[in-house]
């Protein structure tokens, strides 16, 4: 068993004609916690959906956890371990926080009545609780509906969701975009707890002192490419602007220039 | 953007945003009403409209009235049982009202008595070996027929992705020329004592009282209901999770087609005869006793209680309008009134809400 988690080799998406995603050569240790940056249109996004199968590639390969994958959807990626937390909340607003984390795997009795059986509460709310207390997130009643809550407890949902099923690989997608400081210190610390938990991650972010302080490596997008993968200790923020703005270019990604 | 100011990071529970259940506005709004016919019936008619003020008894209740204005809801009170659940799903079911009609041809008729007085019977649609059946089989044809129409209306919605309002529309079309193909517009009469018996007294009011606890329990406690009002939430949510939403919308709709088609027997057994214009706009009714209930047309808010409340406040003023002998036609302005009311009410609690969430 080698330590890689995912690999992409020659990952490649075009939308007609344009290329949104080029020969895209990633990879991800277990354990690792891996930023990826770009400015608007860079392909972050893309490469995210070409993993998840919220989208088909046009060419290139999948390895996830040692084998090749093709993902015919988001649900696929899921059964094999794979948890996103998307720009776009997937969360039902008039359901509470427990219904909405077992939605679509609630824990119910008496199986044998088929679409009728019944839920189990009360096991779905000490899993929540535990799940909750795993991420360090901290929401004063669960039993509130989504609606009720703000953007920052309804992104903490998001990602304690992802968190309290035991998943190989989480992949957050611009997680505190539309976040205040304090709610954004709370996904942070959400992202800590995983990290000392020993679960990979790909972090699709903006924010360079979040991405400093968080992931262990900066994988750099430009107009569809891979620009550059560099150690957090080898860099900068000065640095990853220079890679992102297309300043500089990182040696042997040469042809993303 | 929340307002961040107390506690971290807006995190602190705050108890006025505490929810209040929508059906305790629903039941206040039941008794409202009936205060207005109270004061109204005291001033004008000098009569009470649920207490018994006659001398000669000593009742606290006008019994005979509290049994009109539930018998009266409660075929259709059924119908919307289901309407509620399809509307929980954001969806709509426009063809009840006909579906229930065709029902109501198809089951009557294996539900016929051989002779009459002495004689064959005059209204007979099939020969003679579909005479005198058991009470089962016109309750499992009318059920099934029901069944067969919400599916049909469920495959239509989930799998070709038709709108829910065009899709139950075409059905309730269809079902209505059904129901007049039938017998060439002809009644079907004369059903078996046996089956009379379903909707005699107060036996359509035990199913839909039967009826609502048993789906109140269905929306509250199972897998069913809980994928119900996800789908009716957060649709895509609902896929993105795992949720089978094709199936699941072909079983809500089939649950629906299956209340309408009860609702079909219970009909026919207690007027003995089925005829084709049966449940004529039944399937508006019921959309209103849901929406006055506090069932969001948009989907993912509502429950069986507050159906049930909304058919009570439809009796109620039912009752109410001929207890002080006013027509018919103030009678629905006031309903079109009340439910554009209800669902304002309901948007402006919302926005409410969210501004202070």
């Known amino acids: 068993m080698s330590d890689i988690i995912l690999e992409t080799r020659g990952l490649t998406k075009h939308y007609g004609g344009v290329h949104a995603l080029e020969n895209a050569n990633f990879t991800l240790n277990k354990g690792e916690h891996v930023a990826i940056m770009g400015d608007n249109g860079a392909g972050k996004s893309?490469?995210?959906?070409?993993?998840?199968?919220?989208?088909?590639?046009?060419?290139?390969?999948?390895?996830?956890?040692?084998?090749?994958?093709?993902?015919?959807?988001?649900?696929?990626?899921?059964?094999?371990?794979?948890?996103?937390?998307?720009?776009?909340?997937?969360?039902?607003?008039?359901?509470?926080?427990?219904?909405?984390?077992?939605?679509?795997?609630?824990?119910?009795k008496l199986n044998f009545l088929g679409p009728f059986r019944l839920l189990d509460y009360k096991g779905m709310r000490e899993e929540t609780l535990a799940g909750l207390d795993k991420t360090g997130v901290k929401i004063p009643n669960i039993k509130n509906t989504i609606a009720h809550m703000s953007g920052g407890q309804r992104q903490c949902v998001a990602i304690a969701r992802t968190a309290t099923f035991a998943s190989k690989l989480t992949i957050m997608d611009e997680p505190t975009a539309a976040l205040g400081v304090q709610e954004t210190a709370q996904v942070e610390n959400?992202?800590?707890?995983?990290?000392?938990?020993?679960?990979?991650?790909?972090?699709?972010?903006?924010?360079?002192?979040?991405?400093?302080?968080?992931?262990?490596?900066?994988?750099?997008?430009?107009?569809?490419?891979?620009?550059?993968?560099?150690?957090?200790?080898?860099?900068?923020?000065?640095?990853?602007?220079?890679?992102?703005?297309?300043?500089?270019?990182?040696?042997?990604?040469?042809?993303?220039? | 953007m929340s307002d961040t100011s107390h506690g971290t990071g807006g995190l602190m529970f705050d108890k006025s945003k505490r929810q209040w259940p929508n059906e305790l506005n629903v039941l206040a709004a039941l008794i409202l009403i009936i205060l207005i016919?109270?004061?109204?019936?005291?001033?004008?008619?000098?009569?009470?409209?649920?207490?018994?003020?006659?001398?000669?008894?000593?009742?606290?209740?006008?019994?005979?009235?509290?049994?009109?204005?539930?018998?009266?809801?409660?075929?259709?009170?059924?119908?919307?049982?289901?309407?509620?659940?399809?509307?929980?799903?954001?969806?709509?079911?426009?063809?009840?009202?006909?579906v229930l009609g065709a029902t109501a041809m198809i089951c009557m008729?294996?539900?016929?008595?051989?002779?009459?007085?002495?004689?064959?019977?005059?209204?007979?649609?099939?020969?003679?070996?579909?005479?005198?059946?058991?009470?089962?089989?016109?309750?499992?044809?009318?059920?099934?027929?029901?069944?067969?129409?919400?599916?049909?209306?469920?495959?239509?919605?989930?799998?070709?992705?038709?709108?829910?309002?065009i899709a139950t529309l075409g059905m309730m079309l269809f079902a209505r020329g059904v129901a007049q193909w039938w017998s060439s517009g002809n009644p079907v009469s004369f059903p078996t004592e046996a089956y009379a018996v379903i909707g005699q007294g107060m036996n359509p009011v035990i199913i839909f009282l039967g009826l609502a606890v048993l789906f109140h329990l269905i929306m509250n406690y199972t897998i069913y209901g809980k994928h119900t009002y996800a789908i009716g939430s957060n649709e895509a949510a609902a896929r993105m999770s795992g949720i089978n939403v094709p199936r699941h919308l072909v079983l809500v709709y089939a649950i629906a087609g299956m209340l309408a088609g009860l609702s079909a027997v219970i009909l026919t057994s207690k007027n003995l005869t089925a005829q084709s214009g049966m449940g004529l706009s039944y399937e508006l009714d019921a959309i209103a006793m849901a929406v006055i209930g506090g069932v969001s047309l948009f989907g993912g808010r509502g429950s069986i209680i507050g159906t049930v409340i909304g058919a009570l406040i439809i009796g109620v003023i039912t009752s109410g309008f001929t207890f002080l002998r006013l027509g018919a036609f103030y009678q629905e302005m006031v309903l079109g009134c009340i439910i554009v009311g209800a669902v304002a009410l309901d948007q402006w609690q919302q926005k409410r809400a969210a501004a202070r969430a």
């Open chain 2, 109 to 165: 008729s294996f539900a016929q008595v051989g002779e009459v007085n002495g004689s064959p019977n005059p209204k007979a649609i099939f020969g003679p070996a579909f005479l005198d059946l058991p009470v089962i089989v016109p309750l499992l044809v009318g059920l099934g027929c029901g069944i067969a129409a919400g599916i049909v209306n469920g495959i239509f919605v989930a799998f070709f992705r038709i709108p829910p309002f």
């Open chain 1, 190 to 257: 959400i992202i800590r707890t995983l990290k000392d938990q020993g679960e990979p991650l790909i972090l699709v972010s903006h924010n360079m002192r979040q991405v400093f302080d968080l992931v262990d490596r900066i994988v750099v997008f430009r107009r569809g490419r891979i620009c550059a993968n560099l150690r957090k200790e080898d860099t900068d923020g000065q640095d990853v602007v220079a890679y992102i703005t297309g300043a500089k270019t990182q040696e042997g990604y040469e042809d993303a220039a």
């Open chain 2, 37 to 98: 016919f109270e004061a109204l019936g005291a001033y004008f008619m000098g009569q009470s409209l649920l207490f018994d003020t006659r001398d000669r008894f000593d009742s606290i209740f006008n019994e005979a009235r509290l049994r009109i204005i539930i018998i009266q809801v409660a075929i259709v009170g059924i119908i919307a049982l289901g309407v509620t659940q399809v509307i929980i799903t954001a969806g709509i079911d426009l063809s009840s009202g006909s």
């Open chain 1, 46 to 108: 893309t490469f995210v959906r070409q993993i998840t199968g919220v989208e088909q590639r046009t060419r290139g390969t999948v390895m996830f956890d040692g084998q090749e994958v093709h993902f015919a959807g988001p649900l696929d990626a899921r059964e094999a371990g794979i948890e996103t937390v998307f720009q776009t909340l997937a969360l039902a607003d008039d359901l509470n926080v427990p219904d909405n984390l077992f939605l679509g795997r609630e824990k119910t």
